[in-house]
């Protein structure tokens, strides 16, 4: 079965605690992204990569990093969790940056 | 920079109507446009999608019409059910630029 799979679906951590919310996709898709959640604000992008080691900032980055050193994976990392990044996240993969996008069933974060 | 938006954030209606959700774009070079379904829990899920070359695509139940003169598209659901509750994102995107999501409408379904 075609998915993306995120995990942990939900966190609850302290300020300054490194994390790490894991994304994996199955569908050999090029394009991956991460996103948050907020309410009445949408989705907004936090990074993006085209490819294997192609990586780049999306429209809320700060706070966060990610990697890409496996096509099937899009790990977010969080170095010092701060209580603005309680949301929910979303990874998402697709063929191209335009393409429908299949997204994992979403990480409940919360920062306290 | 450009955006899509939604004209209304909730829409309730009757079990069996028909549902309208509608979507303004800004970006006059947005050729492509999408519509995902949200429903509680879950992440967003593609429903159907339309190219610029288009006005009207018809899926299962699901219509989308384009207007591209006032920018503006609708995604029409047929016989609504109460499997139909969720949040209805509309996407648009433009050549070499990204997707950009609008905020979403949430509709209810009434027994």
């Known amino acids: 079965e075609a998915q993306v799979t995120q995990n942990p679906r939900y966190l609850i951590t302290v300020t300054g605690k490194k994390l790490t919310v894991t994304c994996s996709q199955n569908?050999?898709?090029?394009?991956m992204s991460w996103y948050r959640q907020d309410p009445g604000l949408g989705l907004r992008q936090i990074y993006y990569?085209?490819?294997?080691?192609?990586?780049d900032k999306g429209d809320v980055p700060e706070g966060y990093k990610v990697s890409r050193k496996e096509k099937r994976n899009f790990p977010l990392i969080l170095e010092s969790p701060s209580p603005n990044q309680t949301s929910l996240y979303f990874c998402?993969?697709?063929?191209?940056?335009?393409?429908?996008?299949?997204f994992g069933q979403g990480t409940r974060l919360t920062v306290v | 920079g450009e955006s899509v938006g939604l004209h209304l954030p909730t829409l309730s209606v009757q079990e069996g109507d028909n549902s309208i959700i509608n979507c303004a774009y800004s970006?006059?070079?947005?050729?492509?446009f999408i519509w995902y379904k949200q429903e509680s829990g879950k992440g967003p899920q593609f429903i159907i999608d339309?190219?610029?070359?288009?006005d009207k695509r018809q899926g299962q139940r699901v219509t989308v019409l384009l207007n591209k003169t006032v920018k503006h598209l609708s995604l029409q659901i047929a016989a609504t059910q109460p499997g139909d509750s969720a949040v209805y994102f509309c996407?648009?995107?433009?050549?070499?630029?990204?997707?950009?999501f609008g905020p979403g409408t949430s509709l209810s379904v009434i027994p």
């Open positions: 990569s085209m490819n294997v080691e192609v990586t």
């Open positions: 970006n006059s070079a947005s050729d492509y």
């Open positions: 998402a993969s697709s063929l191209s940056h335009r393409a429908l996008a299949f």
């Open positions: 569908m050999n898709h090029e394009y």
């Open positions: 339309i190219r610029s070359n288009m």
């Open positions: 996407a648009d995107s433009a050549p070499y630029d990204k997707v950009i």
